[in-house]
């Protein structure tokens, strides 16, 4: 088993690894997709016992601010709805 990576998410460098799963060290798994409207699609998801809804809203509000977060229909698999990379600034 190769141990799991420290991958910082940041749109510009996530999103260009396409649609790969990136797993932190702390074994929070991250993905983007973009959606029809051009908004992208950030879904985290882990299986520790304190992976929770409010630790996602506070990671997400420091790397997305202003991103709506949504939580799956599996347990522990959160989405953050941000606005396209090139109007984050907008």
Not at 15 to 26: D, I
Not at 39 to 68: F, I, K, M, Q, Y
């Amino acid at each position: 088993m190769t141990p799991a990576r420290t991958f910082v998410a940041s749109p510009s460098t996530a999103f260009h690894a396409g649609t790969v799963v990136r797993k932190t060290s702390l074994g929070v798994a991250i993905s983007c997709h973009r959606l029809p409207d051009g908004r992208l699609d950030w879904v985290l998801s882990a299986s520790h016992p304190r992976w929770s809804a409010e630790t996602a809203r506070r990671l997400a509000a420091d790397l997305w601010p202003g991103g709506e977060v949504v939580l799956g229909r599996t347990p522990g698999v959160i989405h953050v709805i941000a606005a396209r990379a090139d109007r984050a600034s907008a």
